[in-house]
């Protein structure tokens, strides 16, 4: 008999499901619209009060509703007492986002994890070396000569290897404090929300290992240095029996250690949709646990103490990866199971799924905003609604049957193992259909090579884990074993290696694509819940896959630069934004710290981008102007002008060529004169990519319409003697009679050939050089005449040791000033109306 999907007609409902949806709901609401924690507990109260009242009177569905709302309510009380309540000495509140030094004392709660430094590349611009990390838990800061009492979670970061310091230790700790970061530019990955879900309120950044001291040794019978023994000797164990580059990966699956891995390793996962793999999930935690029970039970226990150890060993392994909470729900529903068992039912289903729900929620209850744990559950749910289609149907016709057991043993294996594969692909393919929404809205990020790269890496990754483990047991006891078992490790990580590789080499791999809104995405897994929780509602088979087809084509539309517009978040509607139907040039000041990122947004839809870089990562600009760009619904750049050859300005477009479109790239003509490993890198990149390259100087016009001009002011055809600043192109955008000027890092003698022509009158100007003196701002500001001055500069502003100086200047000359790293990204709008302008963050 063939299965089916999941039918219309169902035996029963899931009540503790509908306990978790309501208790997640409650979360959400305050997440979104939130209340005094007080008004949530006298609601909750209330309606437990009103729920008694009913069930005394016999009336059971409205009282089910009515526990339902306390369950509600009770989820928000949580949520905001954990989400928003703080000790009055948190750390957090002693603490900016403006780095100053901080003296503090605290205790570590794990030992230090190194973070080698990553590779040298020709796009970075200041190397960095190695690092060291250790979370802790703040005690006390110095005040002047006093101690005052404080607390909260903070991060240290050393730069340098930390030796000698263990979990529990008191450490006395002299760095530079600072609050996490919250975004500077719209669609920005946000940071401070992220850590202040797990109550982490303050960054500690020590520039010398010297300046961590341990204040008082912690105990030895402290479990969390236990742990981190264990850990840490795992960790060398996997270093001797693999080699050198796996050994890394072993510990990130086997331990969750992903610090040592660098990030280009981890983006090749991410664009194959394997990134799962070095997280330790549901996934590392189940096939685990699924070896210790299949080892427990060949003779060495009987079932019910094979099954008590199994729960024994799940556990111990959870608090050994820190209880990420996708670890916690696989390990409650791994224990349900097991408990199941012991009495002779089953504990696989929606039911079980819900515990483990409620388990994390109070556990962490900021995790159900986050996209691992959601990704987590998903992947059990989906299991669970689709288990009649993925799952092996026993032959229920005794002819069927007959007929199956006379065919040849070599038939029926392989039709065995091709059911098995056929099945394993098919759970891989709906779980990964599911999934698409949140990774979507997550990463900006479509990977079909998933399909096909996670049913070839299930059979290795799982002997991976199981040898790595084996590696890490056996090596301590006899060494020759725990040797034969790191190389069986080290043979499937290579071969899993070898296969994301290759995945990601297939032109369809992967596509960066701007993503659908929040709600958008709500709406696709709210139907999703609906038809998890209330079976009634679910169904015919030709509905599953018109439903979500609907769902994805109204994805792509609101994907579109035009619905992105028509629903942004940002600019907001506070800041006097032009009317829809006017048509306007916008150009948005990217915050990207030292560097700088200018997209053009032209009145007909074109759009340019003019430098795109930062000192340091490379990645960290590509990060932060693709999320801008996806905000907007571009995917396609008309063109790409680089200023001139300085990294900071354009380290960030050879990753920006694979991520979009782009028509045409501009240069100064001196661009490529003197050879140096960083241009040719980028000059390698755009012939791979296929744009095409042109050289553009003085009086060169990119368009030329009765309405728009932008045209070319710096430098001459032939350059000019000087260094790459003096040779910044100077651009000029002109629209409805406004301008605005793009300056690049433009400095003498390339501005006194500028300054010596007619004085130009403009709207805006993009300070030269991030507001550097060398650049002339009285000079510069009596020449242009602006009313609005952009500096794209660094968060910590020290990158300027005279910025204030600067901004004087420009003020002098009745010009209000912007500061990337204090206003966020800047959005200026030139229109018949006038000039608008908006700041990411309130302008002071």
């Known amino acids: 008999m063939s299965a089916t999907l999941p039918s219309r007609k169902p035996r029963a409902y899931h009540p503790l499901l509908l306990i978790v949806t309501a208790m997640a709901a409650g979360m959400a609401c305050d997440r979104y619209c939130p209340l005094a924690a007080e008004v949530w507990f006298l609601a909750s109260v209330a309606a437990l009060a009103g729920w008694w009242i009913v069930w005394r009177q016999g009336w059971d569905a409205a009282g089910s509703c009515v526990l339902l709302a306390s369950v509600l309510a009770a989820g928000g009380a949580w949520h905001h007492d954990q989400w928003n309540q703080f ?14 030094p901080i003296v503090v004392e605290a205790r570590a709660m794990n030992s230090p994890r190194l973070i080698p ?11 960095q070396g190695d690092e060291t990390r250790v979370s802790v838990w703040i005690l006390a800061v110095r005040d002047g000569r006093r101690w005052r009492p404080a607390s909260g979670w903070g991060v240290l970061t050393v730069q340098g290897q930390l030796s000698g ?80 580059r796996r050994a890394t990966l072993a510990a990130a699956i086997l331990l969750g250690t992903r610090e040592q891995l660098d ?56 608090f050994l990866t820190d209880l990420q909470p996708p670890v916690v729900r696989a390990t409650v529903l791994i224990v349900l199971i097991c408990l199941a068992r012991l009495v002779g039912r089953t504990g696989f289903g929606f039911n079980g799924l819900a515990a483990a729900g409620l388990a994390v929620l109070a556990y962490q209850p900021a995790s159900l905003f986050l996209a691992g744990p959601q990704l987590s559950f998903l992947a059990v749910a989906v299991m669970i609604l689709f288990a009649p289609v993925l799952m092996p149907q026993p032959i229920v016709d005794p002819l069927d049957r007959l007929i199956a057991a006379t065919r040849p043993w070599p038939m029926r294996s392989v039709r065995s193992i091709g059911g098995g594969v056929w099945r394993l692909w098919l759970t891989g393919a709906v779980i990964w259909a599911v999934s698409v929404p949140i990774v979507w809205q997550q990463y900006n990020l479509l990977s079909p090579s998933a399909l096909v790269i996670n049913t070839i890496i299930w059979i290795p990754i799982t002997l991976a884990l199981y040898a790595g483990f084996a590696t890490m047991v056996l090596g301590a006891v006899v060494p020759l074993l725990g040797g034969w078992a790191g190389a069986l490790c080290d043979w499937n990580l290579q071969f899993m290696e070898a296969c994301i590789d290759w995945g990601r080499a297939l032109p369809w791999s992967h596509f960066w694509w701007p993503a659908p809104p929040a709600w958008w995405v709500g709406l696709f897994y709210g139907v999703f819940s609906a038809l998890a929780v209330f079976p009634v509602l679910r169904p015919s088979r ?22 992105k517009q ?22 948005t000041f990217v915050a990207v710290g030292h560097g700088i990122a200018c997209l053009i947004e032209l009145p007909d839809g074109k759009t340019i981008l003019y430098d795109a870089g930062r000192l340091g990562s490379p990645m960290g600009a590509v990060r932060t102007v693709s999320s801008v760009l996806w905000s907007r619904g571009i995917w396609h750049l008309d063109a790409v002008v680089i200023s001139h050859a300085d990294l900071d300005h354009y380290n960030a477009i050879p990753e920006l060529l694979d991520r979009f479109s782009i028509g045409v790239v501009y240069v100064s003509p001196v661009m490529f004169e003197t050879p140096q490993p960083a241009v040719e890198e980028l000059h390698a990149a755009i012939e791979r990519a296929g744009v095409p390259l042109e050289v553009i100087s003085a009086g060169v016009r990119l368009q030329s319409a009765e309405d728009v001009q932008l045209e070319v002011l710096h430098p001459p055809k032939k350059g000019i003697l000087g260094s790459d600043n003096a040779n910044s192109i100077l651009l000029k955008l002109e629209y409805a009679g406004r301008r605005i000027l793009l300056t690049g890092d433009l400095e003498p003698p390339g501005l ?22 060398r650049s002339d701002p009285t000079g510069f500001a009596l020449w242009s005449t602006p009313e609005q001055v952009i500096i794209s500069g660094s968060r910590s502003l020290g990158d300027i040791p005279n910025i204030e100086a600067v901004k004087d200047s420009y003020r002098a000359r009745g010009a209000e000033v912007y500061h990337t790293a204090q206003d966020g990204c800047v959005r200026i709008e030139l229109s018949a109306s006038g000039v608008r302008v908006a700041t990411f963050r309130p302008h002071e």
């Open 566 to 587: 028509r629903f942004a978040d940002w600019p907001r509607s506070d800041a006097k934004a032009a009317a829809p139907a006017e048509l306007k040039l916008a150009c």
């Open 752 to 773: 006194e050939d500028v300054l010596a022509e007619e004085p130009l009158d403009c709207d805006v100007v993009l300070a030269p050089h991030h507001g550097s003196l």
């Open 117 to 127: 430094a990553p590779p040298r590349t020709a796009m970075r611009a200041i190397p």
């Open 87 to 100: 000790a009055d000495d948190e750390i957090g509140r002693m603490v900016s986002e403006q780095v100053a």
């Open 263 to 318: 990030p280009e390793r981890n983006e090749g996962y991410l664009l194959t949709g394997t990134i799962h793999v070095l997280s330790i999930s549901g996934l590392h935690v189940g096939i685990l646990a699924w070896g210790f029970w299949i080892v427990l039970r060949t003779g060495v226990l009987p079932q019910r103490p094979a099954l008590m150890a199994a729960m024994g060993l799940t556990i111990a392994y959870a």
């Open 165 to 244: 310091i263990q979990a529990d230790d008191r450490l006395r700790i002299m760095a530079q404090g600072s609050r996490p970061p919250a975004p500077l530019n719209p669609g920005e990955f946000d940071v401070a929300a992220h850590q202040r879900s797990d109550r982490t309120g303050c960054r500690l950044l020590g520039e010398f290992p010297e300046s961590v001291s341990v204040v008082r040794r912690g105990t030895n019978w402290s479990p969390r240095r236990w742990l981190s023994w264990v850990r840490l000797r795992g960790m060398n164990l996997l270093s001797r029996s693999i080699s050198p």
């Open 542 to 563: 030709l509905w599953w896959f018109v439903l979500p087809a609907v769902w994805f084509v109204g994805a792509l539309w609101l994907a579109t630069p035009q619905a």
